[in-house]
């Protein structure tokens, strides 16, 4: 949107007759909660990964 194109009661208009700061708060939250759970997911892919490095592999033995 061009600010510029318009006259500033129209900006100012639009601005204060929106629909306030309660869609940026709950955006806010959902971007938390996204972030806690994967948060979540990188520490469970961070510990299996541990696991398998700190193991020896045993895996099928090769047939000659």
Known sequence: ???????????????????????????????EQLAAEMNTAASGCESVVAELVGESWRGLRRRR
């Open 1 to 31: 949107m061009d600010f510029g194109a318009l006259p500033p009661e129209v900006n100012s208009g639009r601005m204060y007759s929106g629909p306030g700061p309660a869609t940026m708060l709950a955006a806010s939250a959902h971007w």
